[in-house]
């Protein structure tokens, strides 16, 4: 999974701020699907994206979560106004196309302080 | 609502031995079963898979078992190493629209004893 590309590792915020969590998929891979990892849970599925389009924002909390994946650059996943509760390890995965196995990076882990 | 299910938190076996684990689904529709395992601080890294359409898949030490009947599937690895310590998720993914999210079970983490 060396291919996904995860940034930053570690990420410490303030309750009240933003963070910006960026994600570059595997080489050729055009599917990239966020996903959080609660304390003692396992992965729950956010977003599925490709470029330029959300497909399936279903797992997206209603308020204060957004994703992107432009057409030049990385994948991002926004949190505004972060609260304790968003604490977490975000992960990233990509695959060539829907419904095959996706890779994972190594994950963003979020700390709200 | 909790569509896939693993209802061992943990599993300790001697090195050499047979490990099996073992995951519960609940939604038909799903079709692509896939395990990933996962060390600490690290992202999930995929093992193997199988389609609703097998029964058996095997991949060196790892086999998938799937009896679609019981809605049921188990990862077999065997010999089991020390370097296989780790936690183990099965996820599945599949349905109308399959958008290919994978739908995770809670993880068991694995231990092996030299």
């Known amino acids: 999974n060396a291919g996904v590309m995860q940034n930053p590792r570690h990420l410490v915020r303030r309750r009240g701020q933003e963070a910006r969590l960026r994600c570059s998929p595997m080489?050729?891979?055009?599917?990239v699907y966020w996903y959080r990892q609660l304390p003692e849970e396992g992965l729950k599925f956010m977003v599925y994206?490709?470029?330029?389009?959300?497909?399936?924002e279903s797992g997206m909390p209603k308020e204060r979560f957004s994703a992107e994946f432009p057409k030049e650059g990385p994948s991002i996943l926004r949190i505004q106004q972060v609260v304790r509760g968003d604490s977490a390890a975000y992960f990233c995965?990509?695959?060539?196309?829907?419904?095959?196995?996706?890779?994972f990076g190594q994950g963003t882990r979020l700390t709200v302080v | 609502d909790q569509q896939v299910k693993q209802n061992s938190p943990s599993l300790s076996v001697q090195e050499g031995r047979i490990s099996i684990l073992n995951c519960d689904y609940t939604?038909?529709?799903?079709?692509?079963f896939l395990w990933y395992k996962k060390y600490p601080a690290e992202g999930p890294t995929f093992l193997i898979s199988?389609?609703?359409?097998?029964d058996k898949n095997e991949d060196g030490r790892f086999t998938v078992f799937l009896n679609k009947s019981a809605k049921h599937l188990s990862l077999h690895i065997v010999p089991s190493q020390p370097g296989d310590s780790a936690v183990y998720f099965c996820?599945?993914?599949?349905?109308?629209?399959?958008?290919?999210?994978?739908?995770f079970g809670q993880g068991t983490t694995l231990q092996v004893k030299p």
């Open positions: 939604n038909s529709m799903f079709d692509y």
């Open positions: 996820a599945a993914s599949g349905g109308s629209g399959n958008t290919g999210k994978l739908i």
């Open positions: 199988i389609s609703s359409i097998k």
């Open positions: 995965a990509s695959s060539p196309r829907t419904a095959t196995e996706a890779f």
């Open positions: 080489k050729g891979h055009s599917h």
């Open positions: 994206l490709q470029k330029e389009n959300i497909i399936d």
